[in-house]
DNA sequence: CGGAACATGTAATACGTTACATGATTAA
DNA sequence: TTAATCATGTAACGTATTACATGTTCCG
């Protein structure tokens, strides 16, 4: 789903600006997709140009004009349609993990600070999204909310009992030659 | 990480073609990286153009020269000092969690129906990735394929124990008026 | 006085995908 | 005979990012 799209739902739960959008997208999407006010801003417009949203400068002194966007019943029926789709398949993308394909090529002690780091991380990622959970109002979002708390969880608890595995490797008995394939 | 530092990376066990590399981005890295021909074949003749591998070309009858590449020691180098760096951070996208962003537009029913093909797909994934993990000769695939298999694990446990709490909204006394805020 | 929040936008750039172009060999 | 595997590449396109451009207002 594209950041489009996206902004054309959020504004199914009320009017707002770019502005808020951005907002948003931080409290109640950033688990599962993050935009810019560089993608925000022309999605509006086009979105504005398509037809599928309105909008409402308000004029303020000193500030650029407040553009306040509703979505339009045109706009409404896009989006009710795409949610219908099925949606494409979870994307997951891990440097981290990608290193760690490659620890062959670093020293003991590295492979275990990455893997510390790591795990601090995820610990952070929980506790904000676990924090952030009990604000939330809508069940969706709590819902969403624990699936993350839930994820980050397992990451934890499978790097620490298995980390092991790659710290300490056992000792190949006939080291053959490797090969990509 | 981008694909071309992930080919380099993967040279790292061996000499290879770039059709050789594709199949390696699937065997062993598609839980986290995914590449198509059309960026593989550049990022090879750019790490070329680089000095980062070189190139031997045997030359076939009936068929394109096969290309077989190797890491140079500018390469290894390289790519050494990439995974050297503090990793990025995790990238997650799900159209299938931003569509229950937005159950409160859907039926009830198609909520279950959206959340059962979701368990599906993910015991899909999960016995594939099952199935693969034996087959891994070293300890890093293994435990790449084992946090997957848990991520997938993790994720169908909490669908099944918690999807009830968007099948069934709870009926709120005083429906405010919503907003995006 | 400094930094966060408010407010919108464009330009240049990066990175990757799908479609197009071409064709032989081998296994079911 | 039909699909998969082998084998490499370019062109067009989409999508999003970072950097640039320009301020005011409010809080501590």
Request: charged share 25%; proline share 4%.
């Amino acid at each position: 789903m594209d950041i489009r799209t996206l902004c054309l739902g959020l504004l199914t739960f009320g009017e707002a600006t770019g502005y808020e959008i951005k907002k948003a997208f931080q409290d109640r999407m950033s688990m599962v997709y993050d935009a810019s006010f560089s993608s925000i801003y022309p999605s509006l417009n086009r979105l504005t140009k398509e037809g599928l949203v309105s909008c409402r400068a308000e004029s303020q002194s000193r500030r650029p004009d407040r553009k306040v966007y509703s979505i339009t019943p045109a706009g409404r029926e896009e989006f009710l349609k795409e949610i219908h789709n099925a949606p494409a398949a979870d994307k997951f993308r891990s440097d981290f993990l990608a290193t760690l394909m490659f620890s062959h090529l670093l020293q003991p002690g590295n492979v275990s600070r990455l893997i510390d780091n790591q795990i601090m991380d995820y610990r952070q990622k929980k506790d904000e999204l676990s924090q952030g959970c009990g604000m939330k109002q809508s069940q969706s979002e709590q819902f969403l909310c624990g699936f993350g708390v839930t994820m980050y969880q397992a990451a934890i608890e499978y790097l620490e009992q298995n980390r092991h595995l790659i710290e300490a490797p056992a000792p190949v008995r006939a080291p053959a030659k490797q090969s990509v394939k």
